[in-house]
């Protein structure tokens, strides 16, 4: 088997994780309840990245800025499979239009941090960290 051909037929991995946020999360018998999360491919990361980034004028002159907050919502909302944050139902009980709004209404600051950060884990990027620090 050529180089190649291990990069594209990859070993199975595990693209989908629950992961438990905080203990307000809870069923009705008091059972934490997870949220079941998925990784983001590179091409998915990459749209999320060109639809978070704008253009501005700055001095008049015109700039791309790249929105961390707008992407980190959209990301949540790619990647959270269960529970469905951009259902008609999330977003009536939260009070918006826009699902984006959804994860600011459900989650506290540290809940959604959280979030994020095991989203880009478990998309390969916590092992970049940990390579780069060895």
Known sequence: MSRLSAFLNPKASDLEK????SDRFVDDKGKPVPVK?????????????????HTVKINGETAEKFDVDEYNHKLVLK?????DLSSEEACKQCGVLDPAMVPGRIFLAGEFT???????????FGDV??????
Not at 79 to 83: E, W
Not at 115 to 121: F, H, P, T
């Open 114 to 124: 959280k979030l994020v950060k095991a989203i880009s884990d478990l998309s390969g």
């Open 79 to 83: 990647a959270v499979v269960d529970p």
């Open 37 to 53: 999360i998925r990784a983001l491919s590179q091409e998915e990361s990459e749209q999320l990245r060109k639809s978070s980034t």
């Open 129 to 134: 960290e940990a390579d780069a620090k060895n």
């Open 18 to 21: 629950e992961v438990y946020l």
